[in-house]
């Protein structure tokens, strides 16, 4: 994927004037000045989906008459920095605002606020059909309506903006500066990846609030939530300095409620809007399950050292998410841009504070100030690899089909920092929060480490390792390091050993002496991070890590009604055109697709339904099995299903192949090349229309994603659901365009 060290300034010269090429026709393409058909036409694409190798257009590609090399991109410049020399950046903490019916403004509906307002000139230009439209993106009317609205009223708001860069002077790490590396909240922190890189331009980054670090919201079971998300990013879509869609759909990945909330790949809004995002916060099987609300292990905190007990079944606890971006065709770009944040939940289980010793509490490391919810010793990673050009620009080619891939790894949007620690155990909630680069982690000395958590859930049994399984993208891997092992003063480093050649998959796992020896053509491979030990603890570490943790739920008793089969894979084809506006019209876009059901490899349309679910009963729970292929040997596809938490029964025809890392609940799914899963789901507590994809996002993007449906069987439902259709002057709706044969 990148080009040899040892490459003449001729040649980076060279391959640097391809690249600048190249991304005036990633500009044109993403703003809609030019489509793919077109550059068929002018010889400059390939049917198979990738620019073609032409002199002057591709990196990859020496001369006209020289033979191709199979790296890439010159390097990006550092400016002089090194590894190493700069502070990693806790969290940035959203406020949680009480009674958001009076915080809010205007306050939260059930349905979406259809309050009329005039639009931007550019966004009229951009969209025609008038100059008034809703100041809410939400779909309106009941099928879009807040599910069980009066029954989990939001308790807590919080809002934040999609928008451009620009200084942090409101920064909340959550905890004092002595647990975030010395840095001091008070100094305005400019968005660049390390204090000697240049500034990023106002759009070149679109993070949430417009600021780095990244964002961490946080929550507690039984206190629903309403997110309001602001899109303050430029009226004109062509300001998005080279790649980024203005439209976003916000995923709240994983979480269980209504598909109104979901993020839904069609429900995206403009600049100018907000969207009402409703979390309930409520265990799966709220309303079969413990509906008493007497299972003691079935809590929250009360804010008093107590529990408040809830319904649901307490095994489908969860407590690491995140939220990204899920507009159609846009979703890896606009994640890159920066729209991911991670979402902490915590529960009587899982609480968040380490000295509450009540016989149900797992007493994780964390801290002791607060009730729930401390982050002194519970830390959040977003890992996370990005490319700039010779102005230190971020930039991102969206003619890589395979899987785009930066050479150098960002933690917490910092490149390459240190973190200083205590001399005792510490949590890291690690999510991979890049477009096609897998993960796999050890330390640099080889000590062991627990693995506690594999995506939202906590594993049944901890898990001793040397190194990790491949984090697949959007995975998130919990894991407890004890650096009691270490003195003060000592550093130990966090080390990626996959190595890469392009965005298909891993090319090979290195040992950690290969990694470290800085050979690898791949510079995504080796230290990412440094953990300095530089002081005792502050106090005596009572926090533990139970060797068992969260069970699987017993499904001996839930029946199985249906076996279903997808396929994922390369060459799909297309059916229908979706009713989308000319700038977001995916229908010949399909490099990849997914077969349901035996049948043909589709690329991705969300107005085609491809499964249609039915809604298990309060007090009458049913489950799938669900087959997934990789239809392919030369891929690994990362598959993400919506909304419900899932156990991997076997893999590759048997439990196993299964490590014990993924035998707990999971919602991110590696296929690996040319593997086989059998998966259980349940389907309950809440309808509507949700997603199943590849998530390395430049896959799901072009086209590999379909849609699946929950029918509630009653109204306010009806089978199939309407598509919305969106515009600034409001959503509308048609039926789908397709429901497949045996959906």
């Known amino acids: ?6 490459s003449s300034k001729g040649r980076l010269r060279e391959a640097q004037n391809a690249r600048n090429n190249r991304l005036e026709i990633v500009k044109a393409h993403s703003i809609g000045q030019v489509t793919r058909r077109e550059l068929l036409k002018w010889g400059l694409f390939t049917a198979a989906g990738a620019l073609a190798w032409k002199h002057g257009l591709n990196p990859f590609v020496r001369s006209a008459y020289a033979d191709n090399i199979p790296t890439g991109f010159p390097p990006s410049p550092l400016f002089g920095v090194q590894p190493f020399t700069q502070a990693m950046p806790r969290f940035d903490v959203l406020a949680r605002n009480p009674n958001p019916f009076a915080f809010l403004s205007p306050a939260p509906l059930a349905e979406a606020n259809q309050t009329q307002q005039t639009l931007n000139a550019a966004l009229v230009a951009a969209y025609p059909g008038g100059n008034q439209g809703p100041i809410e993106g939400r779909p309106p009317g009941p099928v879009w309506a807040h599910q069980r609205w009066n029954e989990f009223l939001p308790q807590i708001a919080i809002e934040a903006t999609q928008e451009g860069a620009k200084n942090n002077t409101v920064y909340n790490p959550g905890v004092a500066s002595i647990h975030n590396s010395g840095i001091n909240p008070a100094t305005p922190i400019p968005v660049r990846f390390h204090p000697g890189l240049p500034t990023q331009n106002l759009n070149t980054v679109w993070t949430f609030n417009g600021t780095v670090p990244p964002k961490l919201a946080i929550a507690r079971y039984g206190e629903p939530i309403l997110f309001r998300h602001h899109n303050k990013l430029p009226f004109n879509p062509a300001q998005n ?7 976003i759909s916000t995923h709240e990945h994983n979480g269980h409620h209504g598909a109104e909330n979901d993020g839904f790949t069609g429900a995206f809004f403009f600049p100018g809007q907000f969207y009402d995002y409703h979390w309930p916060i409520v265990l799966a099987g709220h309303f079969s399950t413990n509906t008493g609300a007497t299972d003691p292990k079935a809590g929250t905190p009360n804010g008093s050292g107590g529990i408040t007990r809830i319904p649901g079944d307490w095994r ?9 971006d899920h507009m159609f065709e846009h979703t890896a770009e606009n994640v890159y841009k920066g729209n991911a944040a991670m979402f902490n939940i915590y529960s009587a289980i899982d609480r968040g504070n380490e000295e509450i010793n009540d016989g149900v509490n797992l007493r994780l490391p964390s801290g002791r100030l607060k009730d729930f919810g401390n982050l002194e010793y519970d830390v959040n990673l977003m890992l996370a690899d990005k490319a700039w050009d010779n102005d230190g620009q971020l930039v991102f080619d969206i003619f890589d089909r395979d899987g785009f891939l930066g050479d150098r790894v960002t933690v917490n949007l910092a490149y390459k920092p240190f973190f200083r620690v205590e001399r ?4 890291f909630r690690i999510l991979n929060g890049s477009v096609a680069r897998f993960y796999k982690l050890a330390l640099s000395d080889g000590k062991s ?63 950690i002496a290969e990694a470290l020896s800085g050979n690898s053509s791949d510079p995504g491979v080796g230290r990412i991070l440094e953990f300095k030990i530089d002081r005792a603890p502050s106090y005596t570490d009572n926090s533990q890590v139970p060797l068992t943790l969260i069970p699987n739920p017993d499904l001996a008793n839930v029946p199985i009604v249906r076996t279903r089969t997808f396929e994922f894979g390369r060459g799909a084809g297309q059916t229908i055109n979706d009713p989308v506006n000319a700038l977001v019209n995916s229908a010949s876009e399909g490099e990849w697709g997914i077969k349901s059901g035996g049948g043909d490899m589709l690329a991705a349309a969300y107005s085609r339904i491809s499964a249609q679910v039915n809604f298990g009963k309060a007090g009458a729970p049913k489950r799938e099995i669900w087959i997934l292929k990789n239809g392919g040997g030369g891929w690994d596809h990362p598959v993400h299903i919506h909304f419900e938490e899932g156990q991997i029964l076997e893999r590759d025809g048997s439990l196993n192949n299964v490590p014990q890392a993924e035998r707990g609940r999971k919602d991110v799914y590696r296929l690996r090349p040319g593997g086989e899963l059998k998966i259980t789901l349940q389907f309950r507590d809440w309808g509507g229309t949700f997603m199943q994809h590849c998530h390395n996002t430049v896959h799901e993007d072009h086209a590999m994603l379909l849609r699946w449906d929950i029918d509630q069987s009653g109204a306010p439902f009806l089978r199939p659901l309407q598509t919305p259709i969106a515009k600034p002057q409001g959503v509308t709706f048609r039926d789908p365009e397709e429901v497949l044969p045996g959906a």
Do not use: C
Request: aromatic share 12%; hydrophobic share 35%.
């Open 316 to 324: 489908e606890t969860m407590s690491t998410h995140w939220f990204h």
């Open 241 to 247: 300095n080279g790649f980024g869609r203005h439209t």
């Open 449 to 511: 480490f627990f693995q506690i958590g594999n995506d939202g859930n906590l594993l049944p049994q901890r898990v001793t390792l040397t190194q990790t399984d491949h984090l697949g993208i959007a995975e998130r891997y919990d894991i407890v390091i004890d650096f009691t092992k270490w003195s003060i003063g000592q550093s130990v480093f966090l080390v990626n050993l996959a190595e890469h050649n392009d965005g298909r998959e891993v090319h090979e796992d290195l040992s």
């Open 1 to 6: 994927m990148y080009l040899p060290k040892k």
């Open 424 to 427: 005792r155990k510490y949590r």
